[in-house]
C-alpha cells in the first residue's frame, strides 16, 4: 500500500485523534492548566509509541515537559529532527468563540478549536506521517521527535535542553510545521522569520488611587503618561522613533523588492476579511514587505484605573501596558529590549515612577534555498500541489529557530501549512481538513527527497 491509500483509508481515524488532543485545555501560560499540559505531553508520547517509534519519554524541565522520541532505522541513513510544540495560546476571551474552544467541531471542513493550527493540527501532522511511513515500510530515513509545551511562553526551558544534549539531538535537517501557505492554491515554503521583544510598562504616580476632582489637574495621571509615551514611540510616517532602533536593519535591494512583490495578494480582500477600510504602517513600503522585511512596535494589551460597569472617578495609582516588537534580519533582540527600557527611564517625567521587564525575545531567522531541506521540501511540495511553492518572509517569530541554527549547527526546514485567516491566537481560531490532510501527504514525501538528494550528494549512485 502506498503512503497517499493509507493516508486516505485511515483519514477518519487521524482526524478523531487530532480532535481528542484539541479537547485538552493544555495553556502554559496559566498554572491553573498545568495538569492538562502534561496530559497533551503524555498524549503525544503514547500516540509517538503506538506509531512505531522505537522509544519514547519525557524530559523534565524547570516547566513543561519535553517529548522526545526516535526511530533509528540505519545508523548510515539521513536524520530528520522534528520540532514542534503541543502548548496553546489562552483563549481568552471565551465569550467571543462561536464554540467553546476545547470543545472542537468541524464546520465546513474546518477544525474549529483553540491550536487547531497553532501548533496542535500542524504538529501532529508530522505524528502521523510517521504512521503512515511505518504502516507502509517507506520511512527512508532516520527520525526524532522534539515536541515542547512552552512555545507559547518563550520556551523558557528549551535552551537549555538543546544544549545540554546536542548529541541526542544531531541530525542532518530540523523540520517544523509551525508556518503557513500564501493560499490552498499556491504552496509557499518560510524563508525568513521576525524576531521579538516583548516587555512590560509599569507606571506609578500616587501612592494610591485618588479622588479626580479633588486631585485631577494637579498630580500626574500614569495612564495619561503612559499612553502620551507610547504615542511618541512612532512618528506619523510610521517609523519607530527610539534612537539606533533601525542601525542594524537590513535594506533590500530594488530586484529584491520586485522579487518578493511577485507573490500573490489581494489588498481588498485583505482589507475586506478584515473590516478595515485602509492598512496602516511604515510609509514607502508595501503590505508584505511590512510584514515581512519591516520591524514593527505594537501595545499588546493596556490597564489602569477603573475598567468596570457604570462611572468611578479615579486618578489611578498605576498604568500598564504589554508591548511587542517585531524584528527582522541582523536587529538584537537584547539590544533592542535595552532600547526600549532606556527610553521609558529616560523619557518619563519625574512626576511618576517607571519600571520596565522583559518578558521573552527572539532572533529573526533567515532559511537559504539553496539547502538540501529546502531542496527536499521544495519537491515534496510540488508533488503533492503539482506547482512549485514560493519562498516568503513570514510576520511571526518563531525563537527557537535562529537557537537551533547556533546550537546544532542545522538549518531547519519551515514547512507549514496554516493560513493567514486560520486566526491563530485569537477566538475562533481553525485549520482545514484540506491543509491538515495535505500536510501529512507531503512530509511523508519530504523524507523519500530529503533522503534521495542526501545520497546522491554524499555521492550514492540512485
Request: with cysteine; net charge negative.
Amino acid at each position: 500500500m502506498t503512503p497517499l491509500a493509507y493516508l486516505n483509508d485511515h483519514k477518519d481515524k487521524f482526524l478523531d485523534e487530532l480532535l481528542d488532543l484539541l479537547r485538552i485545555p493544555s495553556v502554559s501560560a496559566d498554572k491553573n492548566f498545568n495538569n492538562e499540559v502534561r496530559n497533551a505531553a503524555n498524549f503525544i508520547k503514547d500516540k509517538l509509541i503506538s506509531s512505531g517509534v522505537d522509544h519514547a519519554e519525557l524530559f523534565e524541565t524547570k516547566g513543561h515537559p519535553i517529548v522526545y522520541a526516535e526511530k533509528i532505522i540505519d545508523p548510515s541513513f539521513s536524520t530528520v529532527l522534528v520540532y514542534g510544540h503541543y502548548d496553546v495560546q489562552p483563549a481568552d476571551p471565551y465569550e467571543l468563540w462561536d464554540h467553546p474552544p476545547f470543545k472542537p467541531i468541524v464546520k465546513n471542513d474546518r477544525i474549529y478549536a483553540r491550536g487547531a493550527c497553532d501548533d496542535k493540527g500542524q504538529m501532529y501532522m508530522h505524528v502521523k506521517a510517521f504512521e503512515t511511513m511505518m504502516a507502509t515500510d517507506t520511512l527512508t530515513c532516520n527520525v526524532k521527535f522534539m515536541i515542547e509545551g512552552e512555545e507559547e511562553v518563550g520556551s523558557k526551558n528549551l535552551e537549555a535542553f538543546v544544549k545540554k544534549e546536542k548529541q541526542k539531538l544531531s541530525a542532518d535537517v530540523i523540520l517544523i510545521s509551525d508556518t503557513s501557505i500564501i493560499n490552498n492554491d499556491t504552496p509557499s515554503i518560510t524563508v525568513g522569520l521576525r524576531g521579538l521583544s516583548y516587555l512590560e510598562v509599569e507606571i506609578t504616580g500616587p501612592n494610591k488611587d485618588l479622588h479626580s476632582g479633588v486631585y485631577g489637574g494637579a498630580v500626574a495621571n500614569p495612564i495619561n503618561i503612559l499612553t502620551k509615551l507610547i504615542a511618541e514611540m512612532q512618528d506619523e510616517n510610521g517609523r519607530i522613533t527610539i534612537p539606533g532602533f533601525y542601525d542594524d536593519v537590513i535594506e533590500y535591494s530594488d530586484r529584491e523588492r520586485v522579487e518578493m512583490a511577485q507573490a500573490p495578494f489581494d489588498l481588498n480582500r485583505y482589507k475586506k476579511e478584515l473590516d478595515i477600510e485602509e492598512v496602516k504602517g511604515e510609509k514607502g513600503f508595501s503590505t508584505i514587505e511590512r510584514v515581512g522585511i519591516r520591524p514593527c512596535l505594537d501595545v499588546n494589551g493596556i490597564w489602569g484605573g477603573y475598567t468596570g460597569p457604570g462611572s468611578k472617578t479615579v486618578l489611578p495609582s498605576k498604568a500598564f501596558a504589554k508591548i511587542s516588537t517585531r524584528l527582522v534580519s541582523n536587529q538584537n533582540s537584547d539590544n533592542i529590549t535595552q532600547m526600549i527600557i532606556k527610553y521609558f527611564e529616560k523619557k518619563a517625567p519625574k512626576s511618576v515612577k517607571v519600571k520596565v521587564t522583559p518578558h521573552h525575545g527572539g532572533i529573526p531567522a533567515v532559511i537559504s534555498t539553496y539547502s538540501t531541506g529546502y531542496k527536499a521540501a521544495s519537491r515534496a511540495f510540488e508533488q503533492s500541489w503539482g506547482k512549485k511553492p514560493i519562498p516568503t518572509m513570514e510576520g511571526g517569530s518563531i525563537p527557537i529557530v535562529a537557537l537551533f541554527i547556533q546550537e546544532l549547527k542545522t538549518e531547519p526546514i519551515l514547512m507549514g501549512f496554516g493560513l493567514d485567516s486560520d486566526n491563530i491566537h485569537s477566538p475562533n481560531e481553525s485549520y482545514g481538513l484540506f491543509n491538515y490532510f495535505k500536510g501529512i501527504e507531503t512530509i511523508a514525501y519530504f523524507y523519500n527527497h530529503f533522503s534521495q538528494i542526501s545520497k546522491k550528494n554524499k555521492g550514492y549512485n540512485l
